[in-house]
């Protein structure tokens, strides 16, 4: 049974920084795409952030660009997101998410939630002004 389990979120002051971790139990290291999503609230879950199978290809969305750095560790079954230089508009559900293929920046199906096999329980982050 496969099982993803995010951790790390938390309250922080406008600036700070947090390190989400999603431990995925039930999957084959290094064979899925890890992916993290947000949903802020009251709105719909937005794509964040992307890593290929081994980690040779990352993207972000545009609005987390330079602040956020996505990471994987195939040993420990792990992908991280460490958030830096916080903003309000970041205060949202973080949600990791396994897909067996690896959606390019240019492929729409990466903005639709049920292209993803396997998504995690969601961890809050809120950020105060």
């Known amino acids: 049974q496969v099982q993803l389990r995010e951790s790390g979120g938390g309250l922080v002051q406008a600036g700070g920084s947090l390190r989400l971790s999603c431990a995925a139990s039930g999957l084959a290291p290094g064979q899925y795409a890890m992916y993290w999503f947000r949903q802020p609230p009251g709105k719909e879950r937005e794509f964040v952030a992307a890593i290929s199978e081994i980690g040779s290809f990352i993207y972000y969305s545009q609005s987390v660009e330079g602040r956020f750095t996505i990471a994987r560790d195939n040993a420990k079954n792990t992908v991280d997101l460490q958030m830096n230089s916080l903003k309000p508009e970041d205060t949202a559900v973080y949600y990791c998410?396994?897909?067996?293929?690896?959606?390019?920046?240019?492929?729409?199906?990466?903005?639709?939630?049920?292209?993803?096999?396997?998504w995690g329980q969601g961890t809050q982050v809120t950020v105060s002004p």
């Open positions: 998410a396994a897909n067996r293929h690896y959606y390019g920046y240019y492929n729409s199906d990466r903005y639709t939630t049920s292209s993803y096999d396997y």
